[in-house]
């Protein structure tokens, strides 16, 4: 750790939060230049629209989105003329301030109209996205994805999976939107941070129980039910990598500004935080990408009232050890060395 600043150059330099140091020339930097504004929520949803509008089929993993507030006379529009062509169509659309994390700010509504009665689009940018209605459940419950990803490299473009990620539930059982339950973050809302706050939340102290399993243990009760579980990964490489290759051009531009070919500089890799929700037919949709995913391998817990103590949380340790300990694997110096 440096905090007062670094003074001989390393093999690898580890920043916290984003690319921010200017003084590196040579090794590699675990995090790539604007990746942190690549991933917020606008400039994801924009990156994903372009390729969704040449690609249709291929990007049909992320569901239909538009950015506020300059797109709401769109979602209007778009909405209206849905509804006038399939009567039937009873929609539920989430709202996610842009930059907003851990659930912060998010709610549910079922007719554009309802967004102007918070009057808060005009002071906060944001995204309102088609609900997905149909999530896969297990014991009765929603829950999403955490999935780790290497990206190792951007020319060549390289990109490695973590074969095991993290599975966050809701803690109370999942009923589709209706406007009287549209309210119930424990019920709508997979972020750890949310229901950690819920009375049922529960900590796991085994990788297949609890609100917060591993993702192996869940393809092991789908492959024990007969769901076809290669199926489903391979779904989820090919979201992995069209979404990397939609941020790609953009993150491009940003690299030869920060570190211009030619000059001395860093290469660069970055650990990214895939969110995924399956729908009930197991077809992966993607939610977020986090450009700083935590790493945290303990968690609070309250020993009396107001006194709290870190304890290890082995579903953490299980799935964040092996991504830290694979990715530096990966990005060895004498490997590299060794190589060239
Ligand atoms: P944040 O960065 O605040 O966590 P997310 O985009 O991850 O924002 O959304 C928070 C949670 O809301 C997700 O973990 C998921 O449970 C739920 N969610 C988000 N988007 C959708 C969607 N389109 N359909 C259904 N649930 C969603």
Known sequence: QFPFGRRLPCDIYWHGVSFHDNDIFSGQVNKFPGMTEMVRKITLSRAVRTMQDL?????????RSWILPEEFPLFVDEVRMMKDSDPSWKPTFIVKPDGGCQG????LIKDPSDIRLTGSIQSRPAVVQEYICKPLLVDKLKFDIRLYVLLKSLEPLEIYIAKD???????????EPTLKNLH???MHLTNYSLNIHSGNFIHSDSVNTGSKRTFSSILCRLSSRGADVKK???DIISLVIKTIIALTPELKVYYQSDIPSGKPGPTCFQIL???????KNLKPMLLEVNANPSMRIEHEQELSP????????????????AVIRDTLRLVDPQKKKRKD
Do not use: A, H
């Not at 690609?55 to 569901?63: A, I, K, R, T, V």
């Open 306 to 321: 107001g006194v709290f103590e870190n304890v290890p949380s082995p579903v953490d340790e299980e799935v964040k050890v």
């Open 55 to 63: 690609f249709p089929l291929e990007y049909n993993f992320y569901p």
């Open 165 to 175: 990620g993290l599975s966050r539930f809701c803690t109370e059982p999942y009923q």
């Open 273 to 279: 935080g895939f969110d995924i929700l399956l729908m």
């Open 104 to 107: 912060d700010g998010i709610y």
């Open 184 to 186: 119930q973050v424990f």
């Open 232 to 234: 489903l990964w391979s």
